[in-house]
């Protein structure tokens, strides 16, 4: 079966270490640029769906914004799970850690899948996606 492949951004859209949001055929992606090279990854977090676009990415490395779970680009590999929030020496009122101490046992027992990749291919100063 060959690959169908769907103009997502041009070359010059996301410089290197940047990250784009693109809806190709109903389906949310993002395209990293890592060293000049352009990876398409799901847009959904593994663990708990967030938005990947808004984590960080280094080198291959993407880090979600919401739990600190983190990902390999070039594999959609989970390489670790959700980190749990860091109150630092502040004692949150009563309730308020009650609350937090909950949702972060709730959130370490939501595993972290792997995301899925797409094949890219540069082509004329367009990254191609294979859908
Ligand atoms: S939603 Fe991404 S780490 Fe929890």
Redesign the pocket.
């Given at each position: 079966m060959s690959d169908n492949y769907v103009q997502a951004i041009q070359t010059v859209d996301v410089a290197s270490g940047g990250m784009k949001v693109v809806e190709l055929n109903g389906r949310e992606l993002v395209i990293c640029n890592y060293a000049g090279s352009f990876y398409a990854i799901d847009r959904r977090?593994g663990?708990?769906?967030?938005p990947l676009e808004m984590g960080t990415l280094e080198g291959s490395i993407l880090t979600?914004a919401?739990?600190?779970?983190q990902f390999d680009i070039t594999t959609g590999e989970a390489l670790s799970g959700?980190v749990p929030a860091y109150l630092g020496n502040e004692t949150p009122p009563p309730r308020i850690g009650a609350f937090l101490k909950n949702a972060g046992l709730f959130?370490q027992h939501v595993r972290?899948e792997s995301i899925g990749t797409y094949k890219t291919k540069v082509e004329s100063g367009w990254v191609l996606v294979a859908l």
């Open positions: 977090c663990h708990m769906n967030a979600c919401m739990h600190c779970a959700p959130m972290t």
